[in-house]
């Protein structure tokens, strides 16, 4: 699924404890923060004014830190907005990032281990390509977690894998769980030089099944049971689901969106409203738990911009889209699902009228 925004990359160092002086800083830090922004009425009206002009057709959230609003094209107007629920695309890779840094923050995996090659069970490791199999050899779990491990994609022989089984009038199996995609892994491997990154849909996907191995540890949950436990659950997130569920919203003329399923680098589906409500989550984690916002500034360059304290994810296929926002320093929370994706950019450019004409005014 393709992402839409551009990774900022940090200096990478390893710390294995906080320091007094450290906590102190950072809780410091987390009180001076600039002054929040308020979205006004006639942002609003821009707002719905471009939506009408633009012919876009999906469904906004977005909120101050005062109130939140909903905003969506005409179609969807009726619709109740739990039953608003799209597939986000590759904007689930935050979802994996955030549950890895949690895993950091309780201990499961340590920052040792981050330096360290990629770890998953033996059966899984045997299921992947001998390419593959050989660079994890190699490949660190940070590298990986920040598209630098130089693996490509499942998602090319996926759809092909759902396109041959609707030309013989199959449905397409469901996939529940992340191994399930490990059939459909690129051999290929790209060879980067020491600051390059490669886009990578198969890394992120082997990022959650490492944080499934870690956790087996300390219990035996899968990696749906453990994203559930630590972010679903905690944010209150009831919409969540690994295939469309029956009101899910997708475009008609295209026969592969309604087939897609999720996994740690994407395609799972959810309302705009629990997606937003993730947000206010994290936007709160990072208010009240200084480690937790020190690890995102440190390790979470695959979706968080340090400059302008942003963290950010935009995804889509070629009939959808959707886009997500979080300004840490504004009290600014986006969130975007489109079921058309017209250009390959609907909710990234809505993105950039939010940013171009409300927040940077």
């Known amino acids: 699924m393709e992402k839409l925004v551009l990774l900022v990359l940090i200096p990478f160092f390893m710390f294995n404890l906080f320091s007094l002086d450290t906590i102190e800083k950072l809780e410091s830090n987390a009180k001076k923060t600039k002054s929040s922004q308020i979205i006004t009425t006639d942002d609003?009206?821009?707002?719905?004014?471009?939506i009408k002009e633009s012919n876009f057709s999906g469904v906004i959230y977005l909120s101050d830190e005062k109130k939140v609003y909903k905003l969506c094209s005409e179609k969807f107007n009726e619709i109740k907005e739990d039953e608003l629920i799209f597939a986000i695309h590759s904007i689930g890779k935050v979802y994996t990032g955030i549950l890895t840094l949690i895993m950091l923050q309780n201990n499961v995996i340590t920052e040792e281990a981050l330096s360290n090659p990629l770890e998953i069970d033996d059966y899984l490791m045997r299921a992947l390509p001998l390419s593959v199999q050989n660079q994890l050899k190699t490949a660190t779990l940070y590298e990986i977690m920040v598209h630098k491990g130089g693996f490509c994609d499942y998602l090319e022989k996926y759809v092909n894998y759902i396109e041959k089984s609707l030309e013989k009038n199959c449905l397409p199996d469901k996939l529940q769980k992340p191994e399930d995609f490990l059939s459909f892994a690129d051999?290929?491997?790209?060879?980067?030089?020491?600051?390059?990154?490669?886009y990578s849909n198969l890394g992120i996907?082997?990022?959650?099944?490492?944080?499934?191995?870690?956790?087996k540890k300390i219990e035996s949950l899968d990696y749906n049971a453990i994203l559930k436990k630590?972010?679903?659950?905690?944010?209150?997130i009831t919409s969540f689901y690994n295939s469309r569920p029956k009101q899910g919203l997708f475009n008609e003329k295209d026969p592969v969106a309604r087939y897609i399923c999720g996994s740690p680098a994407g395609g799972y589906w959810t309302s705009v409203k629990d997606l937003h409500k993730f947000g206010q989550w994290i936007q709160k984690k990072c208010k009240q738990e200084p480690k937790f916002l020190y690890l995102i500034e440190?390790?979470?360059?695959?979706?968080?911009?340090?400059?302008?304290?942003?963290?950010?994810?935009?995804?889509?296929?070629?009939?959808?889209s959707a886009f997500f926002s979080i300004f840490l320093d504004k009290g600014i929370i986006i969130a975007i699902a489109s079921d058309e994706n017209k250009d390959k950019?609907?909710?990234?450019?809505?993105?950039?009228?939010?940013?171009?004409?409300?927040?940077?005014?």
């Open 230 to 236: 630590y972010i679903l659950d905690q944010a209150r």
């Open 205 to 215: 996907l082997l990022l959650g099944l490492s944080i499934q191995y870690h956790y």
């Open 187 to 198: 051999e290929k491997i790209v060879k980067l030089e020491p600051k390059a990154t490669h």
């Open 345 to 361: 950019n609907a909710s990234i450019s809505l993105y950039r009228f939010i940013i171009e004409n409300i927040i940077a005014h």
């Open 298 to 320: 440190k390790y979470g360059q695959e979706f968080y911009s340090i400059e302008n304290k942003e963290l950010h994810h935009g995804g889509g296929i070629p009939s959808s």
């Open 44 to 50: 609003l009206k821009k707002l719905k004014d471009h």
